[in-house]
Nanobody, 122 residues
Framework: QVQPVESGGGSVQAGGSLTLSCAASKFTGSRRCMGWFRQAPGKEREGVAYIGTNSANTNYADSVKGRFTISRDDAKNLVYLQMNSLKPEDTAMYYC???????????????WGQGTQVTVSS
């Protein structure tokens, strides 16, 4: 397994919470900056958050700051995205990614997961 594998998506009402998980193999996990991206229908894929190696640094898109938290457990090769106070505009396919360079740009991604759907209803 080289590609990350996401889980935890689903449907939730506005104001609710979800936690996404990403299983990142030893070849893509602890040695790399990891990120979460999302793509809504008819929109371009965008960066949501990333976390550096050893959890040294994190960064978030302005649209999710204060609501989403990215974390990682390198012993288990897992990356998480805790999403609180969800809004209908957060509805999208969410992708876990192993990055070549830390950043919220799609161009930084080396390995993509297959995605997990998050739907927020009003």
């Amino acid at each position: 397994q080289v590609q990350p594998v996401e889980s935890g998506g689903g449907s939730v009402q506005a104001g609710g919470s979800l936690t996404l998980s990403c299983a990142a193999s030893k070849f893509t996990g602890s040695r790399r900056c990891m990120g979460w991206f999302r793509q809504a229908p008819g929109k371009e894929r965008e960066g949501v958050a990333y976390i550096g190696t050893n959890s040294a640094n994190t960064n978030y898109a302005d649209s999710v700051k204060g609501r989403f938290t990215i974390s990682r457990d390198d012993a288990k090769n897992l990356v998480y995205l805790q999403m609180n106070s969800l809004k209908p505009e957060d509805t999208a396919m969410y992708y876990c990614a192993a990055l070549g360079v830390c950043g919220l740009w799609v161009e930084n991604v080396r390995y993509w997961g297959q995605g997990t759907q998050v739907t927020v209803s009003s």
